[in-house]
C-alpha cells in the first residue's frame, strides 16, 4: 500500500468550517522535503483555497522522489487543453512523478461559481480525458490533433503551442467518484479511482469497483495496474483525551456528508437512507449545531476509522487493506521542542507501517479476481442491503 498526505500535515477536512490551519505556501517545499526524508510515498494537493498545480510545482521542485498527485482538480472550468499543458509541465518538472486528479464539483458550484452550463458530468468527463490524452498524444508523437467528442473538438495545434515530447509521458489520470457512474467512466478512460470519505469499504468492493469492471470491459482495458486511492474519514490524536475532540469533529464531518445529496448512495449501502434525508432537512434549514448529534456510535464507527497515533496505522489497514491500494493520512508535527522530534517518529513509523502492508488482496479485488470476490469485507463496518 502507498502512504500520502494532505498539507498543512494532520490536515482533515473541516466541512464547512474554516480550516484549522491554513496552508502556508511558504513552507510547501520544507514540508515536500521532510515527507520525502521520512519515507511517505506521496503529496496530495486539493483544488480549494490555493492553485494545486502551483503548489505542486514547489514541491516537485524540492523533491526527487516523492509522488505528486492533485486530489483534486475541478476539470470542467478548465478546458482540457489547459489540463493538457498544467499536466504536462508537471511530469516534465517532476521527472514522472506526477498524477493528474480530477473531479466535476455539483450542478450549483459549475453553474453559480465558475459561470459554466451544466451536463451530465460522467459522459463530459469521458470525453474530457479523451480530448485530453488526445493532446498529449500529439505533442509526444508529432500526429496531427484529432478529437471529436460530444462535448470537444480538437483539431489545431501550431508549432507555437505544441509543447513537444517529453520523457515521461505517460501520465496518470484518476478520477473522483462516488457513483456508478463516474466509476465506469473511470475504468473506461482513467488509471484510478480516488473515492469520497464517505466510500465505506463495503461500498467500494460491492458497488464502485463492480462499476470500474464494467466500464473497463466496455473499452477493452486491463485493471492490473488501477488503483484506489482513498482519503479517510479519520479521528486520531495523541492521547485519548484530545482524541474526543476528533471524534467530536468526525461526528460533524459525517452528518455535513449526509446532508449532501451527491452522497446519499453510500448511506442508501449502509442503510442509512433516513439519515440523509433527516441531515437533509436541518441543511436546507441551516441548522448546523444538529447535524452531529444525529450520528450515533454505530453510525461513526461505520465511517470514521478513530485511533491514537500508535494505532492509527494498523487500523487504516484493517478497515482498507482488501480495497484500497493508496491512502491519505499524517499527523501535525508539533511546533513544541518537547514534542515536535516524537512527532515526526512518529510520522516516519506510521509511513513504514501502512507501506509495508502487501496492496495484493485490493489488486485481487480491483481487478476481480474470483477467489478475492467470494471473501468478506472485514474493515468495522458492515452493509445494510
Not at 503529496?43 to 522522489?65: G, H, I, N, S, Y
Not at 436541518?282 to 461513526?300: F, V, Y
Not at 507501517?353 to 485490493?362: E, L, N, S, Y
Amino acid at each position: 500500500m502507498r502512504l500520502e498526505t494532505l498539507l498543512p500535515l494532520g490536515k482533515v477536512d473541516p466541512g464547512l468550517r474554516a480550516p484549522e490551519n491554513p496552508l502556508d505556501l511558504g513552507t510547501v517545499a520544507a514540508n515536500a522535503a521532510f515527507l520525502e526524508e521520512i519515507g511517505y510515498g506521496g503529496l496530495a494537493v486539493e483544488e480549494t483555497k490555493d492553485d494545486p498545480f502551483v503548489v505542486l510545482a514547489l514541491a516537485a521542485a524540492a523533491t526527487q522522489r516523492l509522488r505528486l498527485t492533485t486530489a483534486v482538480a475541478i476539470a470542467f472550468p478548465r478546458s482540457p487543453t489547459t489540463t493538457a499543458l498544467h499536466a504536462w509541465t508537471q511530469q516534465k518538472l517532476s521527472a514522472g512523478r506526477f498524477t493528474l486528479g480530477l473531479g466535476t464539483q455539483v450542478r450549483g458550484h459549475i453553474r453559480r461559481r465558475y459561470g459554466l452550463e451544466w451536463h451530465p458530468p460522467a459522459p463530459w468527463m469521458r470525453d474530457y480525458v479523451r480530448a485530453m490524452r488526445a493532446v498529449w498524444h500529439t505533442w509526444q508523437t508529432g500526429e496531427p490533433l484529432d478529437h471529436h467528442g460530444e462535448h470537444y473538438d480538437l483539431d489545431l495545434m501550431v508549432p507555437l503551442f505544441d509543447a513537444g515530447p517529453i520523457e515521461h509521458p505517460d501520465i496518470a489520470v484518476h478520477l473522483a467518484a462516488v457513483n456508478t457512474n463516474m466509476c465506469a467512466v473511470a475504468g473506461e478512460v482513467a488509471d484510478g479511482i480516488r473515492p469520497h470519505p464517505v466510500c465505506t469499504p463495503s461500498y467500494i468492493a460491492e458497488v464502485m469497483l463492480p462499476a470500474v469492471r464494467r466500464g473497463a470491459a466496455r473499452s477493452g482495458r486491463s485493471l492490473d495496474g488501477f488503483r484506489v486511492a482513498m482519503k479517510p474519514l479519520v479521528a486520531s490524536a495523541r492521547t485519548e483525551e484530545e482524541l474526543q475532540t476528533k471524534i467530536r469533529d468526525a461526528r460533524a464531518r459525517i452528518a455535513f456528508y449526509a446532508s449532501t445529496p451527491g452522497y446519499r448512495a453510500a448511506f442508501d449501502h449502509l442503510g442509512l437512507g433516513d439519515l440523509a434525508t433527516e441531515a437533509k432537512e436541518h441543511s436546507k434549514a441551516q441548522r448546523w449545531e444538529e447535524l452531529p448529534r444525529m450520528i450515533d456510535d454505530e453510525t461513526l464507527d461505520r465511517f470514521a476509522v478513530i485511533g491514537t497515533y500508535d494505532q492509527i496505522g494498523e487500523r487504516l489497514l484493517e478497515r482498507y487493506s482488501q480495497v484500497v491500494t493508496d491512502v491519505e493520512f499524517s499527523i501535525a508535527v508539533s511546533p513544541d521542542p518537547a514534542l515536535h522530534e516524537a512527532d515526526r517518529e512518529t510520522l516516519r513509523s506510521l509511513a513504514a507501517v501502512v507501506q509495508g502492508a502487501d496492496d495484493g488482496a485490493a489488486r485481487a479485488r480491483i481487478r476481480g479476481d474470483a477467489a478475492e470476490l467470494s471473501s468478506t469485507i472485514d474493515g468495522g463496518e458492515t452493509a445494510g442491503v
